[in-house]
């Protein structure tokens, strides 16, 4: 919803005489906004997917040596892909985070508002998905690398998350006045 949002600004931006300068970056904006959107829809079914992996094996059987076995290395992938899909997915929201901050100041003034929104959603994307990473990290096995390196992405995109959300917050408030 946040990428739409980018998206719709630039759309109710683009051939109005005053902001002729911006068209450019306006339209920068609007088709990396347009592919973010195309992308995130695809990382919402492939979380969807990933959950489902990890109830799968959850549920697989646990009778014999072998089918423990063949259940913990199945939990192990299906949790590896829950954690990498929702830490993509931040990723993705920071990038229409930024968007929805660089639209804010050159966009219609009359659909400001619009670009603040957007910025808000986008963070909270961050922050959900962040959310999903963290609840996965201690059943990631201790010596898997993404163990640690997602918590670090996750601590860094989560405090970048709160900054570009200030400042596209302060570019809304500065143009509604």
């Known amino acids: 919803i946040a990428a739409a949002l980018v998206a719709m ?15 450019p970056e306006l339209r920068r904006i609007g088709e990396a906004a347009a592919a973010r959107r195309r992308s995130l829809v695809d990382l919402a079914e492939r979380d969807a997917a990933a959950y489902g992996a990890v109830i799968a094996a959850r549920r697989l059987g646990r009778a014999t040596d072998a089918e423990r076995s063949s259940r913990r290395a199945a ?63 201690p059943y990631l096995a201790d010596d898997d690398p993404l163990r640690s390196d997602a918590a670090a992405r996750a601590e860094e995109m989560s405090a970048a998350a709160g900054r570009v959300e200030g400042v596209a917050r302060e570019a809304v408030e500065a143009r509604i006045g």
Do not use: C, F, W, Y
């Open 9 to 23: 600004v630039v759309e109710l931006s683009l051939g109005r005489s005053e902001l002729a300068a911006h068209e």
């Open 75 to 137: 939990i192990a992938a299906a949790t590896r892909d829950a954690t990498k899909v929702p830490l993509e997915t931040a990723e993705s929201a920071a990038a229409v985070l930024e968007l929805a901050a660089q639209v804010a100041p050159l966009g219609n003034p009359n659909a400001v508002s619009d670009a603040g929104v957007a910025a808000h959603l986008a963070a909270a994307a961050i922050r959900g998905a962040l959310l999903n990473v963290r609840i996965n990290l």
